[in-house]
């Protein structure tokens, strides 16, 4: 079964420039998710869609960062404009039920760096 | 909100012995405690996860023990070899909703 695609795998950026990650889950995964990896730290959750709706955004700044799920499969997130402080991978993951206990399948990640 | 803690922040250990990471959680609703690995350039990846309703599981050279009273949880990996080298996160999800709390990460290296 082919895992978590996700795109471009590195992006260089300067502050205030607008960047766009692009995640294709794993077929029939219900549940998506984007977390924020800072270097040295464990991943954070920014924002849970279950299909096309969204669970769980309360970690996401919505004065910049932006994210959708059409049709409940592919999913972007955008940031736009970008800081210092964004630089960071972002992690995509999906699992096939919302209930508790069920795996997430994480993909590789973007590599973002805002100069 | 949940807050894990995770310790040691690095651990080195020779190939063969045996190495212990260890996670405590604040939130008494977790109820489900996935561990992962992270290669470097790769996504994290579960290698055990235990539910709160059980007290210890193991799978070959790897296990998982949780104390609900105490909230901790610990990976104990025997017999490392070098290919055990990696990040390990642990996390707690809370009931309800499928969503991860993730610690701040072990960096093991197993010298050969």
């Known amino acids: 079964e082919a895992g978590v695609a996700q795109s471009p795998r590195y992006k260089i950026i300067e502050k205030r420039q607008s960047v766009a990650f692009w995640c294709n889950p794993i077929s029939g995964h219900a549940t998506l998710y984007w977390y924020q990896q800072i270097l040295g730290q464990g991943p954070k959750l920014l924002i849970q869609?279950?299909?096309?709706?969204?669970?769980?955004d309360s970690q996401l700044p919505k004065d910049r960062f932006s994210a959708e799920r059409l049709k409940g499969v592919d999913s972007t997130l955008k940031i736009q404009p970008a800081k210092l402080e964004d630089s960071a991978v972002y992690l995509c993951?999906?699992?096939?039920?919302?209930?508790?206990?069920?795996?997430?399948?994480f993909g590789q990640g973007t590599r973002l760096t805002v100069v | 909100g949940e807050n894990v803690e995770q310790h040691p922040s690095t651990l080195s250990v020779q190939e063969g012995d045996s190495a212990v990471i260890k996670c405590t959680y604040s939130d008494s609703a977790s109820n489900y405690f996935p561990w992962y690995k992270q290669e470097l350039g790769k996504g994290p990846q579960l290698i055990i996860d235990i539910r709160s309703n059980v007290g210890e599981k193991k799978d070959q050279r790897i296990a998982v023990t949780l104390n609900k009273t105490a909230k901790h949880f610990s990976l104990h990996i025997t017999e490392t070899q070098p290919e055990d080298s990696a990040v390990y996160f642990c996390a707690a999800s809370p009931g309800g909703v499928n969503k991860f709390y993730f610690g701040s990460g072990t960096k093991l290296n197993v010298k050969p």
């Open positions: 993951a999906s699992s096939f039920l919302q209930g508790v206990g069920t795996e997430a399948f």
């Open positions: 869609f279950q299909n096309n709706g969204v669970v769980d």
